[in-house]
């Protein structure tokens, strides 16, 4: 019963690879999110998307590609992997508006 | 621009002592706060939200804060600390713009 769930949890890639991480939520939620952590622990929005409609990119690489098949599915794809983008990934939802944001459990990527 | 500030990127207290960890946010609109735990290698965790009326809003596992317009602060307290405590923990802002800003976070330590 898990509310917004990721996969996979831990991934360790070589550079220059594409990866892709998925997230699904089951709180029927319009808005879904995917946030960055870096190695200082600190967080930043990547991407936000309303209804499948993308509404936020921050200044992400291109290498950097959102996927929503549907408004409960949020995928994150991303090519040639590079050094920094070792990082944990989170998957987040939420009702429409100013409303509380619901994390997943994160995805540890390690790019070696 | 809306900004979260955490005080302090490590507190130390000794169990059953007073937590405080101090949050203030810059904003030109009514925001919505929050206060999220993160234990190691573990997703984000809502501990409690302001979003409007009571402006001492209480959490889980003791956890309370109180929005000061005022002093646009959001301080996260709890009256007695306990070993499981020990955490990482996020104050972040909704400013209005379907997204969370986030402060760079506070290591809170117990010490036995």
């Known amino acids: 019963d898990t509310a917004v769930s990721q996969t996979p949890k831990y991934l360790v890639t070589q550079m220059g690879n594409d990866k892709s991480i998925k997230c699904e939520q089951n709180?029927?939620?319009?808005?879904m999110y995917w946030y960055k952590q870096d190695s200082k622990k600190f967080l930043k929005i990547m991407f936000s998307?309303?209804?499948?409609?993308?509404?936020i990119n921050e200044t992400v690489p291109n290498r950097f590609s959102p996927k929503s098949p549907d408004k409960a599915h949020l995928n994150l794809h991303i090519n040639s992997l590079e050094l920094g983008d070792s990082a944990v990934y989170f998957c987040?939802?939420?009702?429409?508006?100013?409303?509380?944001?619901?994390f997943g459990e994160g995805s540890w990527l390690t790019v070696v | 621009a809306q900004s979260v500030t955490q005080l302090g990127s490590h507190v130390s207290v000794s169990e059953g002592a007073l937590v405080l960890l101090r949050c203030n946010y810059s904003?030109?609109?009514?925001?919505?706060l929050f206060w999220y735990v993160q234990y190691p290698n573990q997703g984000l965790q809502l501990l409690l939200k302001y979003t409007t009326g009571a402006t001492l809003v209480k959490g889980i596992n003791g956890f309370e804060a109180e929005f000061k317009k005022s002093e646009t602060s959001f301080h996260l307290t709890k009256p007695s600390a306990h070993m499981s405590d020990a955490a990482e923990y996020f104050c972040?802002?909704?400013?209005?713009?379907?997204?969370?800003?986030f402060g760079t976070g506070t290591r809170l330590t117990i010490i036995p």
């Open positions: 972040a802002g909704n400013f209005g713009n379907e997204k969370l800003t």
């Open positions: 987040a939802s939420s009702p429409s508006g100013k409303n509380t944001i619901y």
């Open positions: 998307y309303n209804n499948k409609e993308l509404i």
């Open positions: 709180l029927g939620h319009d808005t």
């Open positions: 904003s030109s609109v009514p925001p919505y």
